[in-house]
């Protein structure tokens, strides 16, 4: 673990990847990272319920298609956004009471990317067609609703 001034207490990072406001705290290699956004979960899940409006079935459907898997990054064959709305998913069957914390990190992780997508916004055609429409629905939401 890197220590501050060896004061023993971590050291805080910028954060890394989509959770707005966070900050990344190193740990001992080959440890998960641990991501603590500063906004609360009222607040999270406000937000998330504005920007994930896609279903649980809905999204599943739409990640089994080409389309889905045609957009992303991809490091092992699956691209990132691929990954998260399968997670997605999951955390759209889990009832409110019964979120995990990692739960509640990867949702602040898909209200940062929403935002950040939406807001470079889209082509001025052929939305419903787009590569940007397709990245936002592997995320959970569908700009044409």
Known sequence: M???GG???PVPRLSRGN???ARVFARDPGEKEICM????????WEEWT????????ELQDWLETEESRSVGDTEDG???GHKSGRRIVGILRTKKADLSDDQWEH???????????LAQGGPSENVEGSR???SLMNWGHDPCK
């Open 2 to 4: 890197r220590e501050n």
């Open 7 to 9: 004061t023993g207490l």
């Open 19 to 21: 959770i707005p406001a």
């Open 37 to 44: 956004t500063s906004k609360s979960r009222d607040e999270i």
């Open 50 to 57: 504005d920007l994930v409006n896609m279903g649980p079935k």
């Open 78 to 80: 699956e691209s990132t």
């Open 107 to 117: 949702m602040a992780k898909v209200v940062g990317y929403n935002k950040r997508h």
């Open 132 to 134: 940007w429409r397709y």
